[in-house]
């Protein structure tokens, strides 16, 4: 196992490589910079050039590339363009949290509410709960995340007035638990909202999956053996029946801390998608390019924990 982990890290290099690659080779392809549509006919062109020369605009490529890497080895990701004087690992450090509370409490929901739901409904097919988990299923899967999110803000935070619709506390200066649960209070909607489809989607999957493992021969004859239904179910099936969700959750892994552009957009709430979003509209190339490489450097790492788990849940994945 242990070697597995130093191959899958040493092979993580050349992937990073190649996708530094990629994020820059996309940034050089955009039209435009951050000058572009902000130049005032009334300052001397030479001023905006000496601008760009001053941030290395100017540069060749593969000097333009190499400046970039050199930093972000070390954590440098240069000054944002837009935001003036300020670094843009501090603009994502001071982002990263709230996206990661979004994150975190999108995947408890997701996990506590699919998990459960598709187990009974495999357990108990074609009852009244198992269409009705069908539908939410299709419905999940269906409706849009700003849709939902929309209409959550007006029944829950506009009509009933039960959760804010918006930022991530309601007023400055509290701390302690007051604090803790206003942040909660604040992640519920965004957090249901980001997790709609993955949790339709995840229910799915698990009473498919386990649909499937009931069926099994060695399932048979754990029951010819006289072992319990619970022992039946959570010893021998949920173990097979998990791994294509452990295989979803590395993806969402990167997904979600990554930031979540759209549900952020729609509640307001600080994180990287609504920082990923405002940099796109101003070209803010340096925030842009940090951000992507986050979310694939997320992503890989989501994978590499999920093939941990694979023989975690199922002993007979080996990989020594």
Not at 34 to 42: K, L, S, V
Not at 57 to 62: K, S, V, Y
Not at 300 to 320: C, E, T, W
Request: glycine content about 10%; aromatic content about 14%; hydrophobic content about 50%.
């Amino acid at each position: 196992m242990f070697q597995y982990i130093i191959r899958r890290i040493l092979v993580f290099i050349p992937m990073l490589f190649v996708l530094t690659v990629i994020v820059f080779a996309l940034m050089q392809a955009a039209p435009g910079d951050a000058f572009t549509g902000r130049i005032d006919p009334t300052v001397d062109p030479e001023v905006y050039e000496q601008r760009r020369e001053a941030l290395g605009l100017n540069d060749p490529i593969h000097i333009q590339y190499w400046n970039w890497i050199k930093g972000a080895v070390v954590g440098d990701f240069g000054e944002s363009l837009i935001y003036k004087g300020r670094a843009v690992s501090d603009l994502i450090a001071e982002r990263f949290s709230n996206t990661l509370n979004l994150g975190v409490m999108t995947l408890i929901i997701t996990i506590v509410v699919s998990i459960p739901i598709g187990i009974y409904s495999a357990r108990h097919p074609y009852t009244p709960l198992d269409y009705g988990a069908t539908a939410f299923g299709f419905f999940g899967l269906a409706t849009p995340n700003f849709f939902f999110g929309l209409v959550a803000i007006y029944i829950f935070s506009i009509k009933l007035g039960w959760l804010p619709a918006h930022g991530t506390v309601s007023k400055p200066g509290i701390d302690g638990f007051e604090l803790f649960f206003d942040k909660i209070r604040h992640l519920i909607l965004p957090s249901i909202t980001l997790g709609l489809a993955g949790t339709a989607s995840y229910m799915r999957y698990m009473r498919s999956e386990v649909l499937d493992v009931l069926g099994s021969d060695y399932i048979r004859t754990a029951r010819a053996k006289g072992m319990t239904e619970n022992t039946v179910l959570y010893k021998h099936t949920l173990r097979n029946a998990l791994i294509p969700i452990i295989t979803l959750l590395g993806f969402e892994v990167g997904v979600l801390l990554g930031g979540a552009v759209i549900t952020e957009s729609v509640f307001q709430f600080p994180g990287l998608g609504t920082l990923f979003i405002t940099s796109i509209g101003n070209r803010d190339y340096p925030v842009i390019m940090a951000i992507n490489l986050m979310l694939g450097f997320f992503v890989l790492l989501g994978n590499l924990l999920a093939d941990i788990f694979y023989s975690i849940v199922d002993p007979r994945i080996r990989y020594d």
